[in-house]
Each structure stands twice: as C-alpha cells, then as structure tokens.
C-alpha cells in the first residue's frame, strides 16, 4: 500500500510538471516560478503615520505577526485607545496572527493610525515626544 500510494504521487508531480511544460512560457515566468532571483527578507521596516504627521517607525522581524505592530504601536501611545492600522489605498488590518509578509508589509510598509475618536493632542506617550525633541 505504501509503494502504491508512492508512485501515485510520484505520477502526479510528474504530470502536473508535464502539463506546466507544455504551456508556453516567457523566461522571466519560469524563473519566478523555480523561485531565481527571489530576495528573501528576514526583517521589514513598519512606519505608522499618526493624524498629525508625525511618524513612529519600527523594526520587526519578517516573520512577525500584525498583532506584534499593534502591540508596537500600543506601547508607544500616550493613553490606551481603540485604533486601526490602515495600509494607504487600502483597507484596515486586521488584528490576527497573519504574518507581515502575508499582509504585503515586507521589507517595509507604511500604516496610517486611525483613532477610534479624535483627539487634537498628540497621541504619542510623553517618552516618545521627549525622543522627538532630542532629534
């Protein structure tokens, strides 16, 4: 039973390549499709664009989760609020474990911070403003 299970997956990959060969392909296609030339990226840049212009950047490993750039963003705020994260052109994360790459966030990504309700303050932590005057 093993042996049979084997060779029938071994005929399938053998006519699913058949059937990729016979189609007409540009080079370009079948390098992407054998993976040549893909940069693999083990970290990516978030930058979160706050409603008054200032931005709050950071690094995260590619294979981090959304819910990591929430917490980011969290720990950066002045008082906790509901917010969302929207990718310009877009809609708005979703707050899960997706990954980063799979959000189309790698290597880098730029999110606009919606507030639940306005606020005419700043929304980043006294910290993170006292960092910004020293720059």
């Not at 706050?50 to 981090?64: E, K, M, R, V, W």
């Amino acid at each position: 039973a093993v042996v049979s299970t084997q060779s029938t997956g071994e005929q399938k990959r053998r006519a699913e390549e058949l059937d990729r060969c016979e189609i007409l392909r540009t080079k370009a296609t079948r390098d992407r499709d054998a993976g040549v030339g893909m940069r693999i990226y083990h970290y990516t840049v978030i930058r979160v664009r706050f409603p008054d212009g200032i931005y709050l950047q950071g690094t995260f490993s590619a294979h981090d989760t959304v819910e990591s750039v929430f917490k980011f963003v969290e720990s950066a705020l002045r008082h906790p609020l509901p917010f969302s994260l929207i990718v310009p052109g877009s809609t708005a994360l979703k707050r899960d474990g997706s990954l980063l790459k799979n959000a189309g966030l790698v290597p880098t990504g730029v999110l606009n911070l919606s507030p639940a309700e306005s606020a005419e303050f700043t929304l980043l932590s006294d910290e993170m403003v006292c960092k910004l005057s020293e720059m």
